[in-house]
């Protein structure tokens, strides 16, 4: 997996967007950048994922850019329920998942 | 459609016995992915099936852990001798694996396995 690096931590107010940003410098061209979520122990939720072009769905959206080296995922209004911690990953092609430490989210009242 | 299907949602055990968890794939499915975490801590790979064969178990402990994914039926994790430190919770995912590029694994709920 190309490896990747997320802030610890991170707190966004109730309502505003939340940018979580993901730095993967060492990505190929053919690794997907996938974005899933885990809310408490709940099994982990997927949110979206993007090769170069930037996605949109009902979720988020994925802004990755043009070196491909990072991106960001945006929670346009956040609420509490976004609470959770946000894991991205860049899997080689047909290579397992790796899920690294994450980024914990608190959307704050 | 029906999500990832994981029984029992709950499992306990005492030192010695065997656990079976039990994970039904997304319809359509025939790729299956088995995850464990431990308290506090990330998800970590441990095997990865198609139907009647292991493709990829390199996360897997070398002793007392199997996994299969038969024909007909649902995908099932073995622990044998359990022992306190198996106490985890272990995720199952599947995907669809159409020959793109990896694709999207869809979780289930999990099994939280306590040994007593």
């Known amino acids: 997996d190309a490896k990747t690096t997320q802030p610890p931590s991170m707190d966004c107010a109730e309502g505003r967007a939340a940018n979580l940003p993901c730095n993967h410098s060492t990505i190929s061209g053919n690794e997907y950048v996938y974005w899933y979520r885990q809310i408490h122990s709940q099994g982990p939720q997927y949110i979206i994922h993007?090769?170069?072009n930037n996605e949109t769905n009902e979720m988020a959206s994925l802004i990755i850019t043009e070196d491909r080296k990072s991106s960001t995922l945006i929670l346009p209004h956040a609420t509490l329920r976004d609470t959770a911690v946000y894991y991205c990953i860049a899997p080689n092609y047909g290579q397992n998942f790796v899920f690294g430490p994450g980024t914990r989210l608190s959307v704050l009242p | 459609n029906a999500g990832v299907m994981q029984n029992p949602r709950h499992l306990v055990r005492r030192r010695g016995q065997e656990a079976r968890l039990r994970c039904s794939p997304m319809k359509g499915h025939s790729h299956v992915y088995w995850y464990r975490q431990l308290p506090e801590e990330g998800l970590k790979f441990m095997v990865y099936l198609q139907k009647e064969n292991i493709i990829d178990e390199s996360g897997m402990p070398k002793e007392r852990f199997s996994a299969e994914f038969p024909k007909e039926g649902p995908s099932i994790l073995r622990i044998q001798q359990v022992v306190r430190g198996d106490s985890a919770a272990y995720f199952c995912?599947?995907?669809?694996?159409?020959?793109?590029?990896?694709?999207?694994?869809?979780f289930g709920p999990g099994t939280r396995l306590t040994v007593l």
């Open positions: 995912a599947s995907s669809p694996r159409t020959g793109r590029s990896t694709d999207t694994q869809y």
């Open positions: 993007g090769l170069k």
